[in-house]
């Protein structure tokens, strides 16, 4: 991409901020796909998620499971939050000067990335099999039924989107001996200077 120095760093500073090319770029892309799936995923799962049969308990439609909705919701309003969080840093990061700082909010991405692409995948295995369990019986009138089958699909979705997150975020760091060497440069200089 254009990580021209240790994490982007030669370009830190100098570049203004363009409107069209941050919403262009495809790290920003996948991070706006990931905030409405994960906005999806937990919104059907509290609108739909839940139904009344003849008590005034409300039962998950995942197999009368509480936990698959719970689970569904904490992740998805998780995954939500993290979105905003990192998207606002990515509007910061090109104004970061510090090495340190960018290398901080890459691997701080790159963990939360993978840790989401984890919980999705259990999430949609999880509410994938607690649907499999249900019985036509529980959900008269298939009530919730579509909702319920959008929450696995946009479980499936979140997994791809977190995955290639994860794969655009990999790509700022640096592999190359002299990248890592020209980043230990700095840094130490940066030190001494200090």
């Known amino acids: 991409m254009e990580s021209a120095g240790a994490y982007g760093a030669a370009k830190a500073g100098s570049i203004s901020f363009d409107p069209v090319a941050f919403f262009k770029h495809p790290r920003t892309i996948l991070r706006l796909m990931c905030w409405v799936f994960s906005i999806v ?39 939500f939050l993290g979105s905003v969080f990192f998207l ?23 963990v939360f990335s993978g840790l989401a692409c984890f919980l999705w995948f259990v999430g949609f295995c999880f509410l994938a099999n607690q649907w499999q369990a249900t019985s036509p019986d529980e959900l008269p009138l298939a009530q919730g039924s579509d909702a319920a089958r959008a929450t696995i699909a946009f479980c499936f979705f979140s997994i791809l989107t977190w995955v290639c997150m994860f794969i655009v975020v990999f790509d700022y760091i640096p592999v190359s001996s002299e990248s890592i060497k020209e980043a230990i440069d700095i840094t130490h200089s940066s030190d001494v200077q200090r």
């Open 88 to 110: 606002v840093l990515d509007f910061y990061f090109p104004s970061m000067s510090s090495i340190k700082d960018r290398k901080r909010a890459v691997l701080l991405d790159l």
């Open 41 to 79: 995923v937990f919104s059907c799962i509290v609108n739909e998620g839940y139904i009344n049969i003849g008590s005034e308990r409300l039962l998950c439609v995942f197999n009368n499971n509480a936990d698959a909705c719970n689970y569904g919701v904490t992740v998805g309003v998780a995954c």
